[in-house]
């Protein structure tokens, strides 16, 4: 595939959701370091462990090119929220946030509007949102897919400055494409329509705010991504690499996935 990209550079995110315990992180932070250790600049390469594993992770990826995100934070800037993370408390830490992820809209009940508000948490203390959205099986049935991602998009950057959407990665999960668990992926829709919403995603933001702006958003592709499935995704036009959930906890199947990105990009 020939270099398309203009000034985009692909990134990959791994999202180990609640799937590792605190040794099983290092190590597995630890094994995915060296295995990526002749990686270039051509890919960005983040890895999001749950909120207590983040320092251990940050220490073993110390020195490396590979970064670290949250899988959350809360909406608020702080307040009487027991259990929660705000953005304060990521700053520092982190450079990127998983928000508005389908199993935290299914399970914690999130909606637009408190995803909205984490994405304005999030640029506010400069951390970089990694935005979710993407249609339930129903909506997709019903062909409302396209009318539920635009809805989304609009709402989930309603008032963000143009100069800070190029900071965001929006990344588009059709929430039926999501695994169930690890060895467990679920059905994937096809690349071409999958690239087709991520063209929409951004002329969405290009209409919202500035089209040059629009034109530096990282719009990622999420579900079910393995090392054998990654390659028709980010060979489309205009899909800047993945959120990989399940696979992302194997080193090697995340390295190879890695390199899929890279070679496909550079
Ligand atoms: P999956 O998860 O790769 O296990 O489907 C992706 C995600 O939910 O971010």
Redesign the pocket.
């Known amino acids: 595939m020939s270099a398309r990209l203009g000034a985009r550079r692909p990134i990959v995110i791994a ?1 180990w ?1 609640m799937y590792l315990g605190a040794p099983e992180s290092l190590r597995t932070a630890r094994a995915i370091r060296v295995l990526l250790r002749r990686l270039g600049r051509s890919v960005d390469v983040v890895l999001c462990p749950s909120f207590p594993l983040l320092a251990g992770v940050r220490d073993v990826l110390g020195g490396s090119r590979l970064q670290l995100g949250a899988q959350d934070l809360h909406a608020e800037r702080s307040g009487p929220y027991t259990g929660d993370v705000s953005a304060a408390h990521l700053r520092g830490l982190v450079r990127f946030a998983i928000v508005g ?3 935290r809209r299914r399970v914690h009940g999130e909606t637009d509007q408190s995803v909205a508000g984490k994405v304005r948490q999030a640029l506010g203390a400069g951390l970089s949102p990694i935005l ?1 959205v993407g249609e339930t099986a129903e909506e997709r049935n019903e062909g409302k897919t396209i009318a539920r991602v635009r809805e989304q998009v609009r709402r989930l950057l309603r008032g963000v400055p143009s100069f800070s959407i190029s900071r965001c990665v929006v ?1 588009y ?1 059709p929430m039926w ?3 169930q668990g690890i060895g467990q ?2 059905l994937q829709p096809d690349p071409k329509e999958a690239a087709e919403v991520m063209r929409l995603i951004r002329k969405v933001v290009a209409d919202q705010g500035s089209r040059s702006f629009a034109d530096r958003l990282r719009v990622v592709y ?4 393995e090392a054998k499935t990654v390659r028709p995704f980010v060979e489309e036009q205009g899909v800047d690499g993945v ?6 906890t194997i080193p090697a199947e995340f390295a190879a996935i890695v390199k899929t990105v890279a070679a496909c990009h550079s």
């Open positions: 999202n959701k992820h389908s199993e979710c990344a999960e494409a999501v695994s992926p679920a999420g579900g079910s991504v959120l990989v959930g399940a696979a992302s």
